[in-house]
Antibody
Framework: VHLEESGGGVVRPGGALRLSCEASGFTFDDYGMSWVRQVPGKGLECICAINWNGVTTVYADSVKGRFTISRDNAKNSLYLQMSSLRAEDTAFYYC????????????WGRGTLVTVSS | SDVLTQPPSVSVAPGQTARITCERDDIGSKSVHWYQQKPGQAPVLVVYADVDRPSGIPDRFSGSNSANTATLTISRVEAGDEADYYCQIYNSSRDHPWVFGGGTKLTVL
């Protein structure tokens, strides 16, 4: 199982960025996927999740209306479209696999750093 | 909001047993997962569904969950166990059901 995020970088406040997560080593559309972020030196926050077929999405209040999670099962890929970025969105962003609520996030990518700064 | 409370830090000597707690009213009714995160690395699931270990996780790691406290126990602690540890639950009664504890820094003396 391998998850690899890409797309992080430096962006100005109010800007937009799209993160990608490429999955391999498992049947991608058997799993729900999430984005979990971590402000450097701080704790973990699950900001959004998507079910196996992309029909159901859930967002934390902190990103609702600004971020959009999506997936392309044909490409084994997960995405996070981020807009109206704020300084407080500066964090490492991890994609994580979740078989079900009873099993937790069993595999994580290495993360990609998003820095929102003028 | 739903809050999982962990001690900020726990210290233990090598070879001893470390216990990291995660507190919440009636957490015993939830399935608790534990993650280990070493500096500069992604989190790793070490215990899921209160007591189960993923493949490859040593049996020195164990979990329990009852009433208002879930506990991650690390037996025969090694220097390589030094890390941050996070508990997590799925609370289906919330719109956004994933909740993480604030994390505990385990220091091996």
């Amino acid at each position: 199982v391998h998850l690899e995020e890409s797309g992080g970088g430096v962006v100005r406040p109010g800007g937009a960025l799209r993160l990608s997560c490429e999955a391999s080593g498992f049947t991608f559309d058997d799993y729900g996927m999430s984005w979990v972020r971590q402000v450097p030196g701080k704790g973990l926050e699950c900001i959004c999740a998507i079910n196996w077929n992309g029909v159901t999405t859930v967002y934390a209040d902190s990103v609702k209306g600004r971020f959009t999670i999506s997936r392309d099962n044909a490409k084994n890929s997960l995405y996070l479209q981020m807009s109206s970025l704020r300084a407080e969105d500066t964090a490492f962003y991890y994609c994580a696999r979740e078989r079900s609520a009873s099993y937790g996030f069993d595999f994580w990518g290495r993360g990609t750093l998003v820095t929102v700064s003028s | 909001s739903d809050v999982l409370t962990q001690p900020p830090s726990v210290s233990v000597a090598p070879g001893q047993t470390a216990r990291i707690t995660c507190e919440r009213d009636d957490i015993g009714s939830k399935s608790v997962h534990w993650y280990q995160q070493k500096p500069g690395q992604a989190p790793v699931l070490v215990v899921y569904a209160d007591v189960d270990r993923p493949s490859g996780i040593p049996d020195r790691f164990s979990g329990s969950n009852s009433a208002n406290t879930a506990t991650l126990t690390i037996s025969r602690v090694e220097a390589g166990d030094e890390a941050d540890y996070y508990c997590q639950i799925y609370n289906s009664s919330r719109d956004h059901p994933w909740v993480f504890g604030g994390g505990t820094k385990l220091t091996v003396l």
